[in-house]
């Protein structure tokens, strides 16, 4: 087994840490499905989020004054409740999630009569605090620290990983011979063989279930693409629906399975090809019965 040293030097600086970041996402009444609006508002924090050391993520879940307090309550749970759902399927490691509870209502603070409406729209939300993990202080020595170049982190996960049941939450497997046609949604011909191989597989592990993650190419400051065929810039978006609508027409029950564009925020490097891919992440495996 091979490892690598990386050494840490003394450090000559003050105490330093970036201030936490917030984000409110705004839900509809009586519901705690997140909008599309909102969605996309979301992901464009989450992207935000690329550039710094997560410490910890808190979630918590409000309502309105209107209704009794128990319904509140669970209302407000199970908006925090989607919210980490949603980070699950951007891909943000759960174990950062700290927090996910519901409040409850918010009271209403009215200053004129025709604002009640608008500030109990904005009682209606999820609160978002992302807090990033501090820099050394001054005068720190941080220890020699010894890194395995073979820990799960690097390890490729495939589909037959599934098929034998060498998964967990968390694992992603990256279908390296499903290609798409340049600012297309669809795949190339040469990878229909893999698609038929994958949906056998998930079709038969049951227990499992996963969010699939559409990705492109080219473009700039994390902007999505344009698909060609519809003329809208959501091509990673319409990249990961064709697969989950493949998935489903070959019997994957679409309980187990979502979606998601995320743009090109993930770039592999090397040829264009191999960012206009699929994804898929493990968001859970039930026990089976």
Known sequence: MKYFLIIFLLINTSIFSQSELKHDVYFNTDEYDVPL???????????????????????????????????????????????KMMF??????????????GKGEILLKVLKEDEVNK??????????????????TKEQNIEETVIDKTSNKDK??????????????GDKIRLDKIYFKTNYSYVTSDSKKTLEK????????KNVYFTIQGHVCCTQNSRDAVDKRTQKRNLSVARA?????????????????????????????????YDRRVEILITYIADKK
């Open 198 to 205: 994958l949906a056998k597989i998930l079709v038969a592990k």
């Open 37 to 83: 609006t909102e969605e996309n508002r979301l992901l464009l924090f989450i992207s935000t989020l690329d550039t710094i050391t997560i410490d910890k993520i808190s979630i918590y879940g409000f309502c309105d004054d209107r209704g009794t307090n128990d319904y509140n309550l669970e209302l407000s749970q199970n908006r925090a409740d989607a919210i």
């Open 88 to 101: 699950a399927d951007y891909g943000i490691d759960q174990n950062l999630i700290t927090n996910v509870n």
């Open 156 to 169: 490729k996960i495939t589909p037959e990983d599934i098929a034998n049941g060498n998964i967990k939450t």
């Open 119 to 136: 500030i109990r729209g904005l009682n209606r939300k999820v609160e978002i605090i992302v807090e990033p993990k501090k820099l050394a």
């Open 241 to 273: 629906k064709y697969i989950y609508d493949y998935l489903a027409r070959k019997g994957v029950d679409k309980k187990r399975m979502k979606y998601v564009g995320l743009r090109r925020k993930f770039p592999l490097g090397g040829d264009p090809k």
